[in-house]
């Protein structure tokens, strides 16, 4: 556990010194810290994960939603409009992780994580009241979701104070339990839109306020209600804190009037930017074929196993529920696991189990799948626009059915030329792929993220997790962008074997680097590995 306070005293002077997780006082450090620090430290640490958490929420609440409320508030919308707005989110993030970075490392952390949370209950609202302008809605709703993003780009302000806030041995456990919370943000968030639509499309309206509260509304105020929340949180409990990479309490410019501590001396040394260009790197391809992997299942299990629409959407939204509370596990048991081997180690096993599940999804053996014949005007596949790439695959594949089908066909379409000579996916191969990149990925997820903040040490770390969280969102847009294309004009042969490909490369970057991923104050020897 970390030590930090700089009045060994006050433990005899009535307070109990923290002891170590066997029971027994840590003589390792200088300094002990009392008891009253210690829960005050970690209170404003679970004000992170539950700011993590809301962020996840603000994302996937209403994802399910959002394409038939497009359709109601503003009938000129298509599904390429539809496309900026699945990805202004992640575009709005992108954008402020950095800025927010900034801000953190010069300023005390409540303002910008005060003023992010603002921007997002804003945007919530506004996203309520879409529906009341009478022309020009779909622009008010991709407004609304770039501020909502813009207003997660907090994330980097939730990552930096972690680590600045634990030393190096809690460090990977609290990573874990961010991680683990953000990831439950967004197993909830479609739970609980699926609890709103008992409202229903018409639900009440409050006439003197002009507010519908509807399926599609009360989420994101229910969104607001608990971002106001946070902000009640962050006032009432949250203090700055930190620590070096032994527990010692440091002052920073983050604290507000008077704070015991000592001088961060150990901040004296460069950081090591090719680690921190290779970690970047590699969290970027963690992210880049997670995207891939949730964007390709529906459209893959409708041209394999010729599912409908609700079908896929049903029984992959039930996988990927799974996969959640896998991932959950997954950060949970890691925490344990990197104390006994490392978390380079355990970055290198995720890539593998992920390169595993991708190449289980190579097709194999002669039969084919089930064609779906349709009438085809000309021989080439339709053009799709760039901000068509950007939206769930099943949403586009959604809207491409000829107006006079009564039926929904199904099967793998003739206008993908690869269904006439690619060996369909087997389910077992899929269901597999989905238990092996669920385990791999919060696995990498996890220790990218602490690995990162080890290497960055006793520096600010706001704008280095900004660049990183930007990063993230880059993948997160690129990775459908990347399968809409390939999946579609070349088929899951290629598409996978490039997959393949990218996290090969990615595990040579780790062996290139594997020796310049360790910790800041190890690389100066002021502790052991």
């Not at 009535?14 to 008891?35: A, N």
């Not at 910008?112 to 996203?127: D, E």
């Not at 380079?344 to 779906?372: E, S």
């Not at 059915?401 to 006439?420: F, I, K, M, R």
Request: glycine letters at 8%; one cysteine or more.
């Amino acid at each position: 556990m970390a030590a930090a306070l700089s009045d060994p005293g006050a433990a005899a002077e009535g307070q109990e010194p923290l002891l170590s997780p066997g029971g027994e006082e840590d003589s390792s450090r200088d300094v002990v810290e009392t008891q009253e620090h210690y829960k005050s430290r970690w209170r404003s640490i679970w004000i992170m994960h539950l700011t993590m958490f809301l962020s996840s929420v603000g994302f996937s609440i209403v994802v399910m939603s959002v394409w038939p409320y497009l359709q109601k508030i503003d009938p000129t919308a298509d599904a390429s409009f539809l496309g900026w707005i699945i990805a202004s989110y992640s575009i709005g993030q992108m954008v402020a992780s950095p800025l927010f970075g900034v801000w953190s490392n010069y300023r005390p952390r409540r303002e910008p994580l005060v003023v992010s949370t603002v921007i997002s209950v804003a945007a919530n609202c506004l996203y309520a009241y879409v529906h009341v302008p009478h022309s020009h809605n779909k622009y008010y709703m991709l407004i609304a979701r770039a501020l909502v993003g813009f207003g997660a780009g907090n994330v980097a302000v939730v990552r930096s104070y972690i680590a600045g806030a634990t030393s190096l041995t809690e460090r990977t456990s609290a990573m874990a339990n961010t991680s683990a919370c953000q990831a439950v943000g967004f197993i909830l968030g479609p739970v609980f839109q699926t609890c709103f639509t008992l409202i229903g499309e018409e639900g009440l309206t409050w006439k003197l306020v002009h507010l519908q509260l509807n399926m599609y509304t009360t989420p994101v105020l229910f969104g607001a209600l608990l971002g106001v929340i946070n902000i009640i949180l962050i006032f009432a409990i949250f203090r700055e804190h930190r620590v070096d990479d032994m527990g010692r309490q440091c002052r920073s410019i983050n604290f507000e009037g008077e704070e015991s501590g000592v001088l961060d001396q150990d901040a004296e040394g460069n950081i090591d930017h090719v680690a921190v260009v290779a970690v970047n790197f590699l969290f970027f391809i963690i992210l880049f074929v997670f995207a891939v992997f949730e964007t390709i299942a529906t459209p893959l299990t409708m041209d394999m196993y010729s599912w409908t629409r609700k079908e896929a959407v049903l029984y992959n939204g039930i996988i990927l529920g799974v996969v959640g509370v896998e991932s959950v596990i997954v950060f949970m048991v890691v925490k344990t696991l990197s104390k006994m081997t490392g978390e380079r180690a355990i970055l290198h096993g995720g890539l593998l189990i992920v390169l595993i599940g991708f190449f289980i999804l190579l097709p194999w053996g002669k039969k084919l799948p089930n064609i779906q014949w349709q009438e085809i005007k000309n021989n080439s596949i339709p053009r799709t626009t760039f901000s068509e790439m950007l939206m769930p695959f099943w949403s586009m594949q959604a809207m491409q059915l000829p107006s006079n089908h009564t039926a929904e066909p199904t099967g793998c379409p003739v206008s993908q030329s690869w269904c006439l000579n690619t060996p369909m996916i087997y389910l077992a191969q899929y269901i597999s792929s989905d238990i092996l990149i669920g385990l791999g990925y919060p696995v990498c997820n996890v220790m990218s993220y602490t690995l990162y903040s080890k290497i960055l040490g006793p520096k600010p770390q706001g704008v280095y997790m900004g660049w990183l969280t930007a990063s993230g969102s880059g993948a997160r847009i690129l990775g459908p962008v990347f399968v809409s294309q390939i999946y579609t004009h070349l088929g899951p042969r290629w598409a996978f074997s490039l997959i393949c490909g990218i996290v090969v490369l990615s595990l040579l970057v780790l062996e290139i680097v594997y020796k310049r991923l360790i910790a800041f104050s190890v690389r100066y020897g002021r502790m052991q590995e």
